[in-house]
């Protein structure tokens, strides 16, 4: 018997789920709306095949009218097959641009062979991104990172940057001039891998360059990759913590008034309760009453996806 029917259903299962993890960031965060033009920045990698693909579907179905528009930036690494991604956008129909620059041997060029080249590379990229966002009227910018990159870069900044700071789902760009978003902030990995898979996109492998790669950044990659194995609910559990800040119990004293501190004030997220082995509740609410935190905005947010969507992952693994 064909097991056709299972995988199709399981397909269907991931296509929803991901829709609703994309739909979710995308409704906290207030990253799109009405009138927008989003510029969806194509690699050729599964992340951002896979963010414009959920992107579409959400289009279709969405309340809100905005326009989608692929651009990809041609670096000029040897072997970049130039005619896979046309070929892709043509065939789904989505407008796109392509952006021909030689940043490959400008990185060559200015950096000592060995040495790793992906800051430069990064940095010349995000110019000309911003760039042609501005060319081409686009009020928000839409990057393929997720869950799992937020955490890394989480990790790697703690470990060697003496910073408790990860990768914002949206911000503004450092020349104040856009507003760039990261749609699969709430996407695992390893659900983007198999949606991939599922969906056959034409992958265009990331080492053209001939790049070292970020050791660090692989380093803390596995760990996060082997706790979840061995520790399940542990990755899940920490992304809900950057959703739950305590700046009352960190020691930034930027972000919380310790030296105001008196007696006789009410108790803060718990008191010393810091001291006692703590009762841990995954998705506990945040309380905005209590001091320290700022409070919420009070704004209106059209969902996107037309009706409630659920809350934690999908599927896979
Ligand atoms: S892997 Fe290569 S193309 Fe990618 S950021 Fe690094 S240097 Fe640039």
């Not at 955490?151 to 914002?168: I, Q, S, W």
């Not at 380093?219 to 399940?232: A, G, I």
């Amino acid at each position: 018997m064909s097991n056709k029917p299972k995988h199709e259903h399981e397909a269907n299962k991931l296509h929803k789920c991901l829709r609703h993890a994309v739909g979710q960031a995308i409704n906290d965060f207030n990253m799109i709306e009405q009138g927008d033009k989003v510029m969806v920045c194509l690699s050729g990698g599964k992340d951002s095949y896979a963010l414009l693909d959920i992107l579409r579907h959400l289009q279709a179905s969405a309340p809100i009218d905005f326009e989608l528009v692929a651009v990809n930036l041609d670096q000029k690494q040897p072997g970049f097959p130039e005619h896979v991604l046309p070929e892709y956008l043509t065939s789904i129909g989505v407008p796109f641009k392509i952006v021909e620059e030689d940043t490959y041997s400008t990185v060559k060029r200015v950096l000592d062979e060995g040495k790793t080249t992906c800051s430069l590379c990064s940095r010349l990229r995000r110019g000309i991104l911003y760039r042609t966002a501005k060319e081409l009227g686009c009020t928000k910018i839409a990057l393929g990172h997720h869950r799992d990159d937020i955490l890394a870069t989480l990790f790697l900044n703690m470990f060697y940057g003496g910073k408790l700071k990860a990768m914002p789902p949206k911000l503004v760009s450092d020349n104040g001039e856009h507003i760039v978003i990261r749609p699969l902030a709430y996407v695992k990995e390893k659900d983007l891998i198999k949606y991939a898979e599922i969906k056959q996109f034409p992958i265009i492998p990331c080492n053209l360059c001939g790049s070292q790669p970020n050791l660090q950044r692989q380093v803390v990659s596995e760990m996060l990759k082997d706790w979840d194995k061995r520790f399940p609910g542990r990755i899940e559990s920490m992304f809900s913590a950057l959703q739950n800040v305590v700046p009352s119990h960190l020691a930034d004293t930027e972000l919380f008034d310790f030296a105001g501190l008196q007696r006789g004030q009410s108790l803060k997220h718990g008191g010393d309760l810091a001291f006692d082995s703590e009762t841990v509740s995954f998705n506990a609410p945040r309380d905005d009453e209590d001091e320290g935190l700022p409070e919420k905005p009070a704004r209106k947010v059209i969902n996107i996806l037309g009706s409630k969507p659920k809350a934690g992952g999908c599927g896979a693994g």
